[in-house]
C-alpha cells in the first residue's frame, strides 16, 4: 500500500537539494581556489626563473662592456668610472617584455686586480633577483683592434703615400714565420665615417698593401679596414696610457724621455728585456738607427725617417708619420695605436699584428703591463644566500 507522507517530513528534498548544491558550490571553489594557486605558483616559478636569467645576463653585458677595451688597472679604469662606462638607467632585457637590470661594480681586496659586479634585475609583478659575481684582471692580454688603431671619433684623415708600404692584420711571429692567432683589421677606426675616409684614401694600387681580417683579393680588392667601436676611447686609452706609465715606479724606471731628434743608435728594450718608453717631446723624429721591445708611448707627433725596428705595442698621442727612404726602413712587429687625427704611412714601412710580440710587451716591468680580460672567479645567487654574504645586498 503506498506510503503517505508525514506532515513533519515535508521540505526534506528541497534541503537535501540545498545540501547538495552547497557541497559542489564547496567543491567546485575549493577547486578553483587550488587551481589559482597552481598557477600563481607556476607564474611566480616562471617569473623568479626569467629575472634570474635576466640578472645573470647583466654580468655578462658588464663583461662584454669592460673587456672590449681591455683593463691594466680594474680600479682606476673600471670602478671610479662606471657610470661612463655603463651609464645612469637600467637596460632592458630584450627577450622578456617588462625586465630591466642595472649592475653596480665595487672594487676588491686588491683594487687593481679584483673586483665585484653586482647585478639587480627587476620584472613584473615585482619579482626581484641579485646576482653577485666576483671578477679578477688576467694576464691574457686583449686582442688588439687592429695592426694600426686610429682611436680618435672625430673625422680622421689618412695618408698613403707610394706602394712599397704593408700593414698586416694577420698573425706574425716577431722572429719569422706567420703566427696562429686569429687575424685582425689591418687598420682598424672607431666608426664608419673614418672607415670610409681611410679606404677611399688608399688608390686602387695601394688596396692590396692593408690586409688581414676580411681582405679580399677580388676583383675588387678590398682592403682590411674595419670599424671597431668596443675599442678604448681616447679617453679610455688616456686613463690606460696613466696606468701604463704608473707600473714603472716612483721615479720611473726607465726616466721620461724628452729627446726630439734620435740621430744614432738608441735601444728602447730588447726582447730579453722589453720595457716601458716614454717619449714626452712634442715632436720626435727617428733619423738615425733605432729599436725597441715592449711598450711605447709618444707623447707628441712621431716621424720615422730613418731605420727603426720595434716589437710590441706603440702608441702616439700625435700624429704618426712614416716617411722612410728606399733605403731605410721602418718595421712594427705587434700593433700601433695612434689618437691624433692624422696617420700618414709611405716609404717601406711595415706594421705586422704579432700577438706574441704583444705577449712580449705584457712581460715589461714584471709583467701584467697590457690591457688585459676580466675573467669571473665566483658568481652567486642572492636569492639562495643569507642577507648581507657574499657580496649581497
Given at each position: 500500500?503506498?506510503?503517505?507522507?508525514?506532515?513533519?517530513?515535508?521540505?526534506?528534498?528541497?534541503?537535501?537539494?540545498?545540501?547538495?548544491?552547497?557541497?559542489?558550490?564547496?567543491a567546485?571553489?575549493?577547486?578553483?581556489?587550488?587551481?589559482?594557486?597552481?598557477?600563481?605558483?607556476?607564474?611566480n616559478?616562471?617569473?623568479?626563473?626569467?629575472?634570474?636569467?635576466?640578472?645573470?645576463?647583466?654580468?655578462?653585458?658588464?663583461?662584454?662592456?669592460?673587456?672590449?677595451?681591455?683593463?691594466?688597472?680594474?680600479?682606476?679604469?673600471i670602478?671610479?668610472?662606471?657610470?661612463t662606462?655603463?651609464?645612469a638607467?637600467s637596460?632592458?632585457?630584450?627577450?622578456?617584455?617588462?625586465f630591466?637590470?642595472?649592475?653596480?661594480?665595487?672594487?676588491?681586496?686588491?683594487?687593481a686586480?679584483?673586483?665585484?659586479?653586482v647585478?639587480?634585475?627587476?620584472?613584473?609583478?615585482?619579482?626581484?633577483?641579485?646576482?653577485?659575481a666576483?671578477?679578477?684582471?688576467?694576464?691574457?692580454?686583449?686582442?688588439?683592434?687592429?695592426?694600426?688603431?686610429?682611436?680618435?671619433?672625430?673625422?680622421?684623415?689618412?695618408?698613403?703615400?707610394?706602394?712599397?708600404?704593408?700593414?698586416?692584420?694577420?698573425?706574425?711571429r716577431?722572429?719569422?714565420?706567420?703566427?696562429?692567432?686569429?687575424?685582425?683589421?689591418?687598420?682598424?677606426?672607431?666608426?664608419?665615417?673614418?672607415?670610409?675616409?681611410?679606404?677611399?684614401?688608399?688608390?686602387?694600387?695601394?688596396?692590396?698593401?692593408?690586409?688581414?681580417?676580411?681582405?679580399?683579393?677580388?676583383?675588387?680588392?678590398?682592403?682590411?679596414?674595419?670599424?671597431?667601436?668596443?675599442?678604448?676611447?681616447?679617453?679610455?686609452?688616456?686613463?690606460?696610457?696613466?696606468?701604463?706609465?704608473?707600473?714603472?715606479?716612483?721615479?720611473?724606471?726607465?726616466?721620461?724621455?724628452?729627446?726630439?731628434?734620435?740621430?744614432?743608435?738608441?735601444?728602447?728594450?730588447?726582447?730579453?728585456?722589453?720595457?716601458?718608453?716614454?717619449?714626452?717631446?712634442?715632436?720626435?723624429?727617428m733619423?738615425?738607427n733605432?729599436?725597441?721591445?715592449?711598450?711605447?708611448?709618444?707623447?707628441?707627433?712621431?716621424?720615422?725617417?730613418?731605420?727603426?725596428?720595434?716589437?710590441?705595442?706603440?702608441?702616439?698621442?700625435?700624429?704618426?708619420?712614416?716617411?722612410?727612404?728606399?733605403?731605410?726602413?721602418?718595421?712594427?712587429?705587434?700593433?700601433?695605436?695612434?689618437?691624433?687625427?692624422?696617420?700618414?704611412?709611405?716609404?717601406?714601412?711595415?706594421?705586422?699584428?704579432?700577438?706574441?710580440?704583444?705577449?712580449?710587451?705584457?712581460?715589461?716591468?714584471?709583467?701584467?703591463?697590457?690591457?688585459?680580460?676580466?675573467?669571473?672567479?665566483?658568481?652567486?645567487?642572492?636569492?639562495?644566500?643569507?642577507?648581507?654574504?657574499?657580496?649581497?645586498?
Amino acid at each position: 500500500m503506498p506510503r503517505t507522507p508525514k506532515r513533519r517530513e515535508r521540505g526534506m528534498v528541497l534541503v537535501m537539494a540545498l545540501f547538495t548544491m552547497a557541497a559542489l558550490l564547496v567543491a567546485v571553489t575549493g577547486a578553483l581556489l587550488v587551481g589559482s594557486s597552481d598557477i600563481r605558483a607556476t607564474r611566480n616559478y616562471r617569473g623568479a626563473a626569467q629575472v634570474h636569467f635576466a640578472a645573470e645576463s647583466a654580468i655578462l653585458d658588464a663583461l662584454q662592456t669592460v673587456n672590449g677595451p681591455g683593463v691594466v688597472n680594474f680600479q682606476n679604469e673600471i670602478v671610479n668610472n662606471w657610470t661612463t662606462l655603463w651609464g645612469a638607467s637600467s637596460r632592458n632585457f630584450g627577450p622578456f617584455s617588462g625586465f630591466t637590470y642595472n649592475v653596480s661594480v665595487y672594487s676588491g681586496t686588491t683594487p687593481a686586480d679584483d673586483g665585484r659586479f653586482v647585478a639587480t634585475a627587476t620584472g613584473i609583478e615585482g619579482v626581484k633577483n641579485v646576482v653577485v659575481a666576483n671578477v679578477t684582471r688576467s694576464n691574457v692580454p686583449s686582442t688588439a683592434p687592429g695592426a694600426i688603431y686610429l682611436v680618435n671619433d672625430a673625422p680622421t684623415n689618412a695618408t698613403f703615400n707610394g706602394n712599397a708600404f704593408t700593414v698586416d692584420g694577420n698573425d706574425h711571429r716577431f722572429a719569422g714565420g706567420m703566427g696562429t692567432a686569429p687575424p685582425v683589421p689591418g687598420i682598424s677606426t672607431r666608426n664608419a665615417t673614418n672607415t670610409t675616409e681611410t679606404i677611399t684614401s688608399l688608390t686602387a694600387t695601394q688596396d692590396d698593401n692593408v690586409t688581414g681580417l676580411g681582405f679580399s683579393m677580388g676583383p675588387p680588392i678590398v682592403p682590411s679596414v674595419w670599424t671597431s667601436p668596443v675599442a678604448p676611447s681616447i679617453a679610455q686609452l688616456n686613463q690606460i696610457i696613466t696606468d701604463i706609465l704608473a707600473r714603472r715606479g716612483n721615479p720611473p724606471n726607465p726616466p721620461d724621455d724628452n729627446t726630439s731628434n734620435i740621430n744614432s743608435n738608441q735601444i728602447y728594450g730588447t726582447p730579453a728585456n722589453p720595457q716601458i718608453t716614454h717619449l714626452t717631446a712634442n715632436n720626435v723624429h727617428m733619423n738615425g738607427n733605432a729599436s725597441g721591445c715592449g711598450i711605447m708611448v709618444v707623447e707628441g707627433d712621431l716621424t720615422i725617417n730613418g731605420d727603426f725596428d720595434f716589437v710590441g705595442l706603440m702608441i702616439v698621442r700625435g700624429q704618426t708619420t712614416f716617411s722612410t727612404s728606399i733605403t731605410g726602413n721602418a718595421t712594427i712587429y705587434g700593433s700601433l695605436w695612434t689618437e691624433d687625427l692624422n696617420l700618414t704611412v709611405g716609404g717601406s714601412a711595415v706594421v705586422n699584428y704579432s700577438s706574441d710580440a704583444l705577449a712580449l710587451a705584457n712581460q715589461s716591468t714584471g709583467g701584467g703591463a697590457l690591457p688585459a680580460l676580466i675573467k669571473v672567479t665566483s658568481i652567486a645567487d642572492c636569492a639562495e644566500l643569507p642577507g648581507g654574504s657574499g657580496g649581497c645586498p
